[in-house]
């Protein structure tokens, strides 16, 4: 049977349940945990709470890593599958780093790069240095005080559905190995033609891959996400497919959903899109 353990860390810009922080429980009330058990699965919840002497948002982002990352270490030695249900989409430093980040290749979905640094930032907004964070190009020092943090090597990493990125990160993806699968690719050459360049040589590069779909790479007019919110993304069941096909390529060891504010979700189609793309991490996962 297999088994997952969801870690939900329901924080935005360092506050706990607020604009994205509400996303995780939103995702749990629309059935997440039933509809995996009549799945046939075993489902559990773990959620991380921070605690810092000095409250600053830096303080707490990064405690938050160092927790995801105990709890996903613990969930793969238990032989269950790590699925993070965050408000931010830096929780995958953790989730990356707990499920094994050296020999790991990851994949980004997502309306935006994630890949600013403190240097290229116009608005120090944290969030939006993500992928930086995972593949070291930003906060080296203190991301060593998380359990099993290493760089991820750009070669092993895609980033899909990007189509609102900040001047600097336009440069320095394109310098970047990154991988970048873009809607145009999706609909010119379907999913299997657009990600199967990347995944032929990932298994040789990897062991296995950490998937990380925040909700706004999908199209808003059919799951509308956050304030973000960028026109022209993905269709819910194009995620889905690419989801399955990463699994028959490499094995999914964990992945994670983030960026959902159900305030912009009011018939609740983004909440049944977000248990969809868990499931589908569930029966692509290892």
């Known amino acids: 049977m297999k088994a997952v353990d969801l870690i939900v860390c329901p924080y935005d810009g360092g506050r706990r349940n607020w604009r994205c922080g509400l996303g995780p429980a939103r995702i749990l009330q629309q059935g997440a945990i039933a509809r995996i058990e009549a799945a046939g699965a075993e489902a559990r919840v773990i959620e991380v709470e921070t605690h810092v002497g000095y409250e600053s948002e830096v303080d707490l982002v990064f405690e938050a890593h160092r927790q995801i990352a105990h709890r996903a270490a613990a969930a793969r030695a238990a032989e269950r599958m790590p699925i993070i249900l965050g ?60 359990s099993g943090y290493v760089p991820v090597s750009e070669a092993a990493t895609a980033i899909v559905g990007a189509r609102d990125l900040d001047p600097w990160e336009v440069e320095d993806l394109a310098a970047s190995q990154i991988t970048e699968i873009r809607v145009e690719d999706v609909r010119k050459s379907g999913v299997e033609g657009a990600f199967t360049p990347f995944l032929k040589g990932l298994s040789s590069k990897v062991d296995h891959v950490y998937l990380h779909i925040d909700l706004d790479a999908h199209d808003p007019e059919e799951a509308p996400a956050n304030h973000y919110n960028a026109p022209n993304g993905l269709a819910a069941a194009e995620v889905l497919e690419a989801i399955a096909l990463i699994g028959q390529h490499v094995r999914v060891a964990g992945g994670g959903l983030g960026s959902y504010d159900p305030a912009f979700d009011p018939d609740g189609r983004t909440a049944e899109i977000s248990v969809q793309v868990v499931q589908a991490l569930l029966a692509a996962g290892s």
């Open 87 to 146: 408000g931010n989409c830096n929780t995958a430093v953790g989730g990356v780093s707990g499920t094994g980040a050296e020999r790991c290749g990851v994949v980004w979905f997502d309306a935006h790069g994630d890949f600013c640094t403190p240097e290229t930032t116009d608005t120090g907004f944290i969030d939006g240095m993500g992928l930086a964070m995972l593949t070291g190009r930003c906060w080296r020092n203190v991301l060593s005080t998380v």
